[in-house]
């Protein structure tokens, strides 16, 4: 079993920054590829970024440019810095572990925190 807490979340006005944090116990971290995503009211949850194991990013196009994911496997923690922030960003973020171990997908989820950009 992993848990997953996210904190860093809040409002913030249009343009502003956020910084998001996802700490994991009870697995091997460094194994693992880690995401964030997120869910407005009324649609469908959708991948934010992506980091896998060996370092490698991926992004929404929604955000490229604007959010960067990142990792600190001494921490156990993934984060998502979040820059140039709109309303349309609006949403709960939920921070993702994923991970093969012989052939099975093993994937947990967070809690999710809020994230409200407006002014």
């Known amino acids: 079993q992993v848990q997953l807490v996210e904190s860093g979340g809040g409002l913030v006005q249009p343009g502003g920054s956020l910084r998001l944090s996802c700490a994991a116990s009870?697995?091997?971290?460094?194994?693992?590829?880690m995401g964030w995503y997120r869910q407005a009211p009324g649609k469908q949850r959708e991948l934010v970024a992506a980091?896998?194991?060996?370092?490698?990013?991926n992004y929404a196009d929604s955000v490229k440019g604007r959010f960067t994911i990142s990792r600190d496997n001494a921490k156990n923690t993934v984060y998502l810095q979040m820059n140039s922030l709109k309303p349309e960003d609006t949403a709960v973020y939920y921070c993702?572990?994923?991970?093969?171990?012989?052939?099975?997908?093993?994937?947990?989820w967070g809690q999710g925190t809020q994230v409200t950009v407006s002014s």
């Open positions: 009870g697995s091997i971290f460094s194994r693992a590829d």
């Open positions: 980091i896998t194991s060996g370092g490698s990013t």
């Open positions: 993702n572990y994923r991970r093969y171990i012989l052939g099975s997908l093993y994937e947990f």
